[in-house]
């Protein structure tokens, strides 16, 4: 993992940042003095492109920057992070690669893992993703009646739907999907309920996404969609299509419909909306050449995350601001704003993905951590975000913002002047401002009117959202999230933290199942506050 026998805080860099910490108490470090530097923009932000990243409104100096750019070559970063690309094991605890790069890979060679080229595999799923959509397209490949394809749903929970789901929503803003598509995820019957009202059920196809095809949700969601098809005298068969690994029960004919796609160990649930998870969907939405333009958008900022030196590294930096904000400012939570209603399901992919991958209480070789690894992830599309939580942004507790900007809008109709200005001019005018707002402050002899100031952000521009920035913004949060893992020195690559929930889960489910069976049944047995929730659920009312 490129982390030595070190752990995190005995870093020098490290101590060198903490004693620094305790120097930027000083008015002089305030960010409205450190902002009049004219060259600040210049010489802290980073621009790849089409795609620009300022973190000149946050809380550092050219000294601090240098000490963290040191912490990344003491911990190795860009070492593991060249491992994780080549195919070797970085999910240590699992013993396993981590190669969702591979999966939008366009290099032409060979990545190999127990001698079995990644690469081929991949291209081989991709080619039967493409043949699969141009038959749905073509209307080659019909339901039961003979009807052709009009709307998917997505049976799937976590990493099996949340990417898709945000690359979904904002590509559809810019292309009319040929198939829409809507998510199935949670097992409350009433998201079943919600979803097949805006389906008709001869024209739907349902894409079952899960790689052990057990996941308890997901599971039961295809048992009430197979009671769905059945009720309504269509044949499974010709309705259903399976995301699943290599040999599991989703793997067989006589339970995959018109076909499986495989997904594979080396890549995760959260990192794996360029593999067949998210390429199935996509592709049928929008068609192949659309997903493959948005891998290359990924290809273009793994190679940047690989390839750039420390300094010149968008998300290595980005990583780096982050560590600097939770374990030296003490900052615990970090907001992702984006400035456009297309990317209103970006937030909730992010939370999973970092959250996830880095909100670990262990180092990589099973140390307790003796620092802090993740923070707490939430958002909301501006201006929306204004007008909902800013007030605690500016006048409450603390917390770093990232503001999101996306330069071209896609509306080009005619557009109203409200106040002298455009609607995209307002949203923008908007965003600047609220950054400005938030480093500046602003002194009122009315305590209620002051604004402390001193509140970091960074913002991050993309051209469009075409499916090329779109890729570009993923594979961003993706290597930025893993190189806080590789510095921190925990596996963003397991998340063992959601286990005893499901195995609690699993006791409870034995207990409603025997009162389903025997209706006599009590739940004596149970600690009073289970007996006297399940007592109110069978009772059907408080």
């Known amino acids: 993992m490129g982390m030595g026998r070190k752990t995190f805080s005995t870093h020098t860099a490290c101590q060198n940042l903490k004693r620094l910490s305790k120097t930027f108490e000083d008015k002089k470090f305030h960010l409205k003095n450190l902002i009049q530097n004219k060259d600040r923009l210049e010489n802290f932000s980073l621009k790849l492109e089409e795609f620009f990243y300022d973190f000149s409104k946050q809380r550092i100096d050219d000294i601090l920057l240098n000490e963290l750019l040191d912490l990344a070559r003491e911990t190795g970063a860009k070492d593991s992070f060249s491992k994780m690309m080549s195919g070797k094991i970085v999910n240590v605890i699992e013993n396993r690669a981590a190669l969702h790069t591979a999966a939008r890979d366009f290099t032409h060679g060979p990545v190999l893992l127990d001698d079995l080229d990644v690469i081929s595999e991949i291209n081989r799923v991709n080619k039967q993703i493409k043949y699969f959509s141009q038959k749905v397209h073509n209307n080659d490949l019909k339901g039961s009646t003979g009807r052709s394809f009009t709307d998917a749903i997505i049976i799937g929970i976590g990493g099996s739907y949340l990417g898709c789901e945000f690359v979904y929503t904002a590509l559809k803003h810019t292309i009319e999907p040929v198939i829409n598509l809507h ?149 615990p939570a970090q907001a992702i704003i984006p400035y456009s209603s297309a990317l209103s399901k970006l937030v909730p992919h992010i939370q999973q993905l970092s959250m996830e991958s880095l909100g670990k209480g262990v180092t990589s070789d099973g140390k307790i951590t003796d620092h802090k690894t993740g923070v707490i992830i939430f958002g909301e599309p ?147 506050a289970s007996k006297f929730y399940l007592d109110t659920l069978f009772k059907g009312s408080l």
């Not at 067949?276 to 192949?288: E, M, R």
Request: glycine share 8%.
């Open 183 to 331: 998510f199935l995820p949670n097992v409350d019957i009433d998201n079943f309920g919600q979803v097949i009202k805006a389906i008709d059920p001869e024209t739907c196809l349902w894409i079952v996404i899960s790689k052990s095809y057990t996941t308890t949700e997901t599971m039961a969601n295809l048992n009430q969609a197979l009671l769905f098809l059945k009720n309504n005298h269509l044949d499974p068969l010709k309705h259903l299509v399976t995301v699943t690994a290599k040999g599991s029960p989703g793997d067989d004919p006589s339970s995959s419909g018109l076909g499986a796609f495989h997904m594979f160990d080396f890549i995760g649930g959260r990192y794996s909306v360029t593999s067949a998870v998210g390429g199935l969907p996509l592709s049928l939405a929008f068609g192949f050449d659309i997903f493959s333009r948005f891998l290359k958008g990924c290809h273009d900022m793994d190679l940047h995350a690989l390839n750039a030196p420390e300094k010149k590294n968008i998300p290595l930096t980005a990583a780096l601001i982050s560590i600097w904000n939770s374990n030296f400012l003490q900052y």
């Open 382 to 528: 501006g201006t929306n975000a204004q007008h909902s939580f800013f007030q605690l942004a500016h006048q409450g507790s603390p917390f770093p913002i990232e503001f999101i900007g996306v330069v071209k809008p896609i509306y080009n109709k005619d557009q109203a002047k409200s106040k002298g200005v455009y609607n995209h001019q307002e949203l923008w005018a908007n965003m600047i401002a609220q950054a400005n707002a938030l480093a500046m402050g602003r002194d009122n002899d009315n305590k209620a009117k002051y604004f402390t100031g001193n509140r970091p952000s960074s913002t991050i521009l993309i051209n469009d959202l075409t499916p090329e920035s779109i890729g570009l913004l993923l594979a961003f949060y993706e290597a930025r999230t893993i190189y806080e893992g590789f510095i921190l020195g925990v596996n963003p690559f397991d998340q063992f933290g959601v286990e005893l929930g499901k195995v609690l889960a699993t006791d409870i489910r034995g207990q409603i199942k025997r009162k389903n069976i025997d209706e006599t049944y009590d739940f004596s047995s149970l600690d009073p």
